[in-house]
């Protein structure tokens, strides 16, 4: 059974902290997504990682994809109030072919001013 | 422009009750799926359509029915609600890109049973 492990689950900051969020299996993904939700909302693609040590930057946040295509983290730097959300990790179950994803658990972060 | 909506945001209902969800999406994509979201936020999924046939179908009680239009409507109907189905329920919709389905997420609808 495929299954995202994520750590921590919960995490409560001050603005301008660094934090990393980590996605760990046993099992190999073809590819890793990452999804914030903010209440009340449909969680929002951040990023997509598919070669294994990938890095993809998107402003203040950093996507690894580990080398061997079992994990991914994310690091923020200098983190905001706006950057408070649950984040989720997403992997495709089997071959991929039906669009079915695996999430994880989620890590919910606050920022707090 | 919405890219997934749902309707409705919230619902509030009783043991018993049949009820429905609908979802639109106008990103053009062929695969929508239906996901509950527990009170502890895990996402999981519930059924899939690719172009209007069901090609996910998930351990669901058949008391939840998801029904296809068209492959820009998705919509989800259940019957004799319990208590349990109260949850989030998100309709998304996703087109394969190089074997990766990256996912759109409607706005989601409070279900609430009392």
């Known amino acids: 059974t495929q299954l995202l492990e994520q750590s921590p689950q919960f995490l409560s900051i001050q603005e301008g902290e660094n934090l990393t969020v980590y996605c760990n299996s046993s099992?190999?993904?073809?590819?890793l997504q990452w999804y914030r939700q903010e209440p009340g909302e449909g969680p929002v693609l951040l990023v997509t990682?598919?070669?294994?040590?990938e890095v993809k930057k998107l402003k203040r946040l950093t996507f690894q994809f580990g080398d061997a295509r079992k994990d991914s983290s994310l690091h923020i730097t200098a983190a905001q109030p706006g950057d408070t959300g649950l984040y989720l990790c997403?992997?495709?179950?089997?071959?991929?072919?039906?669009?079915?994803?695996?999430f994880g658990q989620g890590t919910t972060l606050q920022v707090k001013p | 422009d919405t890219a997934v909506s749902q309707t409705p945001k919230y619902l509030v209902t009783q043991m018993g009750n049949d009820k429905s969800i609908k979802c639109e999406q106008n990103?053009?994509?062929?695969?929508m799926y239906w996901y509950k979201q527990d009170s502890k936020k895990f996402l999981k999924i519930m059924f899939s359509?690719?172009?209007?046939?069901?090609?996910i179908n998930e351990t669901v009680p058949n008391r939840f029915s998801p029904k296809s239009p068209d492959k820009a409507h998705l919509n989800l109907h259940i019957n004799s609600l319990e208590l349990g189905d109260s949850a989030v329920y998100f309709c998304?919709?996703?087109?394969?890109?190089?074997?990766?389905?990256?996912?759109?997420f409607g706005p989601g609808t409070r279900l609430t049973v009392t």
């Open positions: 998304a919709s996703s087109q394969a890109l190089g074997g990766v389905y990256e996912q759109y």
């Open positions: 099992s190999v993904f073809s590819s």
């Open positions: 990103l053009g994509h062929d695969t």
């Open positions: 359509y690719n172009n209007k046939e069901l090609i």
């Open positions: 990682v598919v070669t294994g040590g």
């Open positions: 997403a992997g495709p179950h089997g071959s991929g072919n039906t669009g079915k994803l695996i």
